[in-house]
């Protein structure tokens, strides 16, 4: 007689085929063992130290009696210790919480009330300044210190060396849900107050094979990454995740340096990086590049900006025969969209490409319905990678995901071929004397003048034109002895209709951004609200 068939109870079948993001790391060290998993300066860590160090932080947090879904905010620059630490929170089934450093304390109060989170990792240097140590201690939030190279911690407090010194090497027991909350992630807050986004560690995972094979890496490859922008975004994060999944080395790095950047490719053989337009742009400009060996590179990625086609050809040229551009947000965990290298040279302009592997896209008009191509309308995506949500924003959720689609704010078209072009955000389309103008296109002949170092288009309140195109502008260094306000208008009207011409020019030091280089447009609105009024 054949033996009974048993099925599976619920909660074995639940931990033989969960998903979680800290099996990841897992998985990576069982079949790369000892292949370098992290650099930073002097300091490597292979996949079985990175296992056995975010177990062992892991088993720390549970032995503080933390449980499943507590939240553990971080609030730490780009190092080792960070890495150990988010994975570790991760594998005790907890939520991590990163902060921006760049924020201001009140704003870093919010998040931690708003988060509910009871603990904190955070940088020595960071939880020194006494402005940050007077808020933990009024919001009753007990800190973890990453300590870093020559960072003295206080006495009594514990640190993440002191944490992964000792305890269990073996990952934790712990009941994690697929579809369970795994990271609270703050938007930037170009919009105003931040919103805490929602991904499980399902919506994060599916996206990590998906880069992989879009990036055309993978364990046979062995990729050395590049990892400096800030881990606590959703950009860089995905980079690093993507590239543990498949045995990749990930050079991190504290802050950008193009001098540091370059040596950092020769040294370490880099052969993927990620980074900003305006990255590349000193990259190439640096006058060490000539003198480093950059033969490694293989793949550099960028994002969150437009790339003007000058820069663009001179890069391929001159730094690595193949870009690509990756788009998404952190509702929308990226990549979303990929503009292909082999488009690189074939189409210019603010194109973002196709969807990835992972996720669908579209534009979509006022009334729920799907555009046809050279159709202007919203973009909007379906995919696992998106968000569970706003946290405590349920209203907010609604609205985003109408019509059974994730919208994005974004204002763009797909061509004859289905590329997505990006026009503007939603929010950015400057409605002036009944004509609708995209904020990008005028920034983009801006940048295009060899005196203009950055520029942002907004619209302002005017009697009448209703919102008046204003630019605001940052000179070059090296700008034209000859160049103003007059030369620059003169150029917009050979490349722009006379509708679309900036109203007025005004030069700023500096623009107001985000650490990830996203101009604060809502920060320019607001100081310059009365920009046009007349006594």
Not at 211 to 230: C, I, K, Q, R, T
Not at 317 to 327: G, I, K, Q, R, W
Not at 433 to 448: D, Q
Not at 482 to 491: G, K, N, Q, R
Request: aromatic share 6%; net charge negative.
């Amino acid at each position: 007689m054949p033996a009974a068939r048993t099925e599976p109870t619920p909660s074995s079948f639940q931990r033989i085929a969960r998903i979680a993001l800290g099996d990841v790391i897992h998985r990576s060290a069982r079949r790369f063992g000892a292949r370098t998993a992290l650099i930073e300066g002097e300091h490597r860590m292979s996949y079985s130290e990175l296992d056995a160090a975010s177990n062992r932080f892991a088993h720390h947090l549970l032995g503080l009696g933390l449980a499943s879904g507590e939240r553990v905010a971080m609030l730490c620059n780009n190092s080792i210790e960070m890495v150990v630490a988010l994975i570790g929170i991760q594998k005790a089934g907890l939520v991590w919480v990163p902060i921006n450093t760049a924020l201001a304390v009140d704003a870093i109060g919010y998040i931690l009330e708003h988060a509910e989170a009871r603990h904190l990792v955070i940088d020595t240097s960071l939880h020194a300044k006494p402005e940050l140590r007077q808020l933990l201690d009024t919001a009753g939030v007990s800190p973890l210190l990453c300590v870093l190279d020559g960072d003295a911690p206080p006495p009594g407090v514990p640190t993440v060396a002191q944490a992964i010194a000792q305890g269990p090497a073996t990952l934790p027991d712990v009941a994690i849900d697929t579809n369970q909350l795994a990271l609270i992630m703050y938007t930037s807050g170009t919009t105003g107050r931040q919103k805490g986004v929602m991904h499980s560690h399902a919506s994060v995972h599916s996206v990590l094979q998906s880069n992989m094979l879009e990036w055309g890496g993978g364990p046979a490859h062995h990729d050395v990454w590049s990892n400096v922008l800030p881990l606590f975004h959703c950009g860089q994060h995905t980079v690093l995740m993507s590239a543990l999944a498949v045995g990749g080395t990930n050079v991190i790095l504290r802050g950008f340096d193009p001098g540091a950047m370059l040596a950092a490719i020769e040294r370490h053989r880099i052969t993927v990086t990620v980074g900003l337009p305006m990255m590349y742009g000193a990259l190439l400009a640096h006058p060490q590049r000539e003198s480093r060996d950059l033969s490694s590179l293989r793949l550099c990625v960028y994002a969150m900006a437009p790339m003007s086609r000058t820069l663009l050809l001179r890069l391929l040229d001159a730094l690595c025969p193949n870009f690509a551009l990756a788009s998404g947000q952190t509702e929308m965990y990226p990549g979303a969209t990929i503009f292909e290298t082999h488009q690189q040279r074939e189409r210019f302009g603010s194109y973002w490409g196709v969807g990835t592997l992972v996720n669908e896209v579209a534009v979509m008009g006022d009334e729920g319905e799907l555009l046809a191509p050279n159709q202007v309308g919203e973009i909007v995506f379906r995919g696992p990678n998106v968000m569970l949500g706003y946290y405590k924003d349920p209203q907010a959720t609604a609205n985003a995901q109408r019509f059974g689609w994730h919208h994005s704010g974004d204002l763009g078209k797909l061509d004859d071929d289905g590329q997505l072009i990006f026009l503007d955000r939603l929010k950015d389309m400057v409605k002036s004397g009944g004509e609708n103008v995209p904020s990008l296109k005028v920034e983009e002949v801006l940048l295009r003048h060899p005196g203009v170092l950055n520029a942002a288009v907004v619209g302002l309140p005017h009697e009448r034109w209703g919102e008046a195109i204003t630019a605001f502008v940052t000179r070059r260094p090296d700008a034209p002895q000859d160049f103003s306000e007059a030369t620059l208008t003169a150029h917009c009207k050979e490349h722009l209709g006379g509708f679309e011409v900036p109203k007025d020019i005004v030069f700023l030091p500096a623009l107001p951004m985000t650490s990830t280089g996203k101009i604060q447009k809502f920060e320019l609105r607001q100081a310059h609200q009365g920009h046009y009024q007349r006594d």
